[in-house]
């Protein structure tokens, strides 16, 4: 998994490369956006929902290592 942050948002890319989320923590708020990285839904194989899942648990633990309060109160 690749992180970036700059300034309040994290930004992640799956290290299989087919997903993307960005998130911004302000408070007790937070804004979570997954997406694609191939262009389109329409183009994601099963595969790709798998490695979804898995880079779902990726994200929320590395946010939550770095204070992101995911249940947000």
């Known amino acids: 998994m690749i992180v970036e942050i700059i300034g309040g948002t994290i ?3 799956a290290g299989t490369g087919d997903w993307i989320a960005n998130i911004k923590a302000s408070g007790s708020e937070i ?3 997954f997406g ?3 262009g389109t839904m329409e ?3 099963g595969v790709n929902y798998d490695n979804l899942a898995g880079f779902i648990g ?4 590395d946010a939550i290592s770095r204070g992101v309060n995911w249940s947000g109160n």
Do not use: D, P, T
């Open 43 to 45: 183009m994601s194989s």
């Open 31 to 33: 804004e979570i956006e």
């Open 36 to 38: 694609s990285n191939l």
């Open 11 to 13: 930004f992640y890319q």
């Open 58 to 61: 990726q994200v929320k633990a």
